[in-house]
């Protein structure tokens, strides 16, 4: 199994730009998760979805970010526009279900706003 | 949800086995205790988990107290390889699902 995929891997863009962040779970899990990793505030979790539903989306930030799974296999995570404080390493995240199962987490996105 | 408390940093000798503890008092019956771990620049990986029993697999050992207040995640054989942050999380459940929040973790230092 190829495992969560992310692209991309890297992203620079300058203040006021629309991001959009890509994810594919592993095939077969359910549940999909978004995290946020900064030095000052760790790891968070923005939004999770089941069976491609947001369950959870307590943790997205403001209305610029969103979040979409119109399928299975396909997320996104957009942000619009985006601002210097949201540099961040995004990570990705599936798991079985929503119960005890445990996470596979993507490579992440490096995403820096100029 | 039940907080946890890690120490933020510990050293381990290569080849020692590494006991990283986590305390989580206000855990909940129904609550699983949960390790990740992070290895520089890499996602979170799962190590292993659980509910009252102790548990073992090929990477680690978790040992529950009794009364569920603690836990410690063993690394028998330790390697430079196994340097990283290590979270313990215990899973709590809200409306629809189950969230799992993340710590500060212990950042542990394996040395040759």
């Known amino acids: 199994d190829a495992g969560v995929i992310q692209s991309p891997r890297h992203e620079v863009t300058e203040m006021g730009q629309e991001v959009t962040l890509r994810c594919k779970p592993i095939?077969?899990?359910?549940?999909l998760f978004w995290y946020r990793q900064t030095m000052m505030r760790g790891l968070e979790l923005l939004i999770y979805?089941?069976?491609?539903?947001?369950?959870?989306d307590s943790g997205m930030p403001e209305d610029r970010f969103s979040a979409k799974m119109p399928n299975a296999s396909f997320s996104t995570l957009k942000i619009q526009p985006s601002e210097p404080r949201d540099s961040a390493v995004y990570f990705c995240a599936s798991s079985k279900g929503q119960g005890i199962y445990e996470q596979y987490f993507g490579p992440g996105t490096r995403l820096t706003v100029t | 949800d039940a907080k946890t408390t890690q120490p933020p940093s510990m050293d381990c000798a290569e080849g020692r086995a590494a006991n990283l503890p986590c305390n989580h008092s206000?855990?909940?019956?129904?609550?699983?205790v949960y390790w990740y771990r992070q290895i520089h620049s890499q996602g979170p990986q799962y190590i292993i988990h659980g509910l009252k029993n102790n548990e073992t697999n090929e990477m680690a050992s978790l040992i529950i107290t009794e009364d569920r207040k603690s836990s410690t995640l063993i690394l028998p054989h330790a390697t430079l390889r196994d340097t990283a942050v290590y979270y313990c999380i215990v899973r709590a459940r809200n409306t629809g699902g189950f969230k799992t929040i993340f710590g500060a973790g212990t950042r542990l230092f394996v040395k040759a």
């Open positions: 206000t855990i909940s019956g129904n609550e699983y």
């Open positions: 979805f089941n069976n491609n539903v947001p369950i959870d």
């Open positions: 095939s077969g899990h359910n549940s």
